[in-house]
């Protein structure tokens, strides 16, 4: 696969609140905008929030679905947590770590945007887990214990 920029879309229930939370409170630059959607940059890659008149409602889990940032650094990792918390962002999850002492082991937290969307931020311990790691069958987690 070659090397390439990430899309995503998403609904939203109300845009200005939506650029409060990412450009504001995660620190995300502002690319085009109208009237029913808005641009935004990610770790470089592209989102876009389009107003929608059913957004997701408030989650009960995790999953199926929410999206988010692999860090390539713990530090930076850090630096994010310590900005949501600063910018009195939602948690969904609190900063922890999972899979403690196994080669998938790496730093995670979930924030609920104003829209109910989930983001989550993670760093591994070894970069190895993000694709290689095939021999652990640990992905996600038991959805009845959500």
Request: some cysteine.
């Amino acid at each position: 696969m070659p090397h390439a920029i990430f899309h995503l879309a998403f609904p939203v229930k109300d845009l200005e609140e939506t650029k409060t939370f990412y450009v504001e409170g995660l620190g995300c630059s502002l690319g085009r905008e109208s009237h029913v959607a808005v641009t935004l940059e990610l770790g470089g890659n592209q989102i876009i929030a389009h107003l929608s008149k059913h957004p997701p409602d408030p989650p009960q889990s995790i999953y199926p679905r929410h999206f988010g940032l692999v860090l390539e650094s713990e530090m930076e990792w850090q630096i994010l947590a310590d900005r949501a918390k600063a910018k009195n962002l939602k948690f969904y999850r609190e900063p922890s770590r999972r899979y403690q002492g196994t080669r998938i082991e790496h730093r995670t937290f979930f924030l609920e945007d104003p829209s109910h969307n989930l983001l989550e931020f993670k760093y591994y311990t070894y970069p190895s887990a993000i694709f290689e790691e095939q021999d652990f069958a640990s992905v996600g987690e038991d959805h009845e214990q959500e």
